[in-house]
């Protein structure tokens, strides 16, 4: 009977990771789509790309990148950056790049 709720729980973690990942995938979509709508609304109604090197061009696309960023790390914790076992990697990366300048 424990081992069935114990398996219920893994589901119920599962199906919420699951939906969290969704909501983080429609986000990055809405992102890409209003922006992209925006870039090319402001490119057509200036008259042209020069409208590209103005900060208002990029003001609402860096600061809600920043909340898809907060909603990245939040969904996939911090390992996205720098993977689970990236510190072990790099310490073992840097001891034989040690050992290799000792012994030439």
Same mark, same amino acid.
């Given at each position: 009977m424990?081992n069935n709720?114990?398996?219920?729980q893994?589901?119920i973690?599962?199906k919420k990771k699951?939906?969290s990942?969704?909501g983080?995938?429609?986000?990055l979509?809405?992102?890409l789509l209003?922006? $992209?709508?925006?870039l *090319?609304?402001? =490119?057509l109604?200036h008259? %042209?790309w020069k !409208?590209?090197w103005?900060?208002?061009?990029?003001?609402t696309?860096?600061?809600? $990148?920043?909340g898809i *960023?907060f909603? =990245?790390?939040?969904?996939? %914790?911090m390992? !996205?950056?720098?993977?689970k076992?990236?510190?072990n990697r790099k310490?073992?990366?840097?001891?034989?790049r040690?050992?290799?300048?000792?012994?030439?």
């Amino acid at each position: 009977m424990e081992n069935n709720f114990t398996e219920e729980q893994k589901y119920i973690r599962a199906k919420k990771k699951v939906k969290s990942i969704k909501g983080f995938y429609v986000h990055l979509t809405v992102y890409l789509l209003v922006n $992209g709508f925006l870039l *090319l609304s402001q =490119a057509l109604s200036h008259g %042209g790309w020069k !409208i590209f090197w103005e900060w208002q061009s990029y003001s609402t696309m860096i600061f809600w $990148g920043i909340g898809i *960023l907060f909603h =990245a790390f939040n969904v996939f %914790g911090m390992g !996205i950056l720098l993977g689970k076992d990236w510190e072990n990697r790099k310490i073992k990366e840097l001891m034989d790049r040690d050992k290799q300048d000792t012994w030439e």
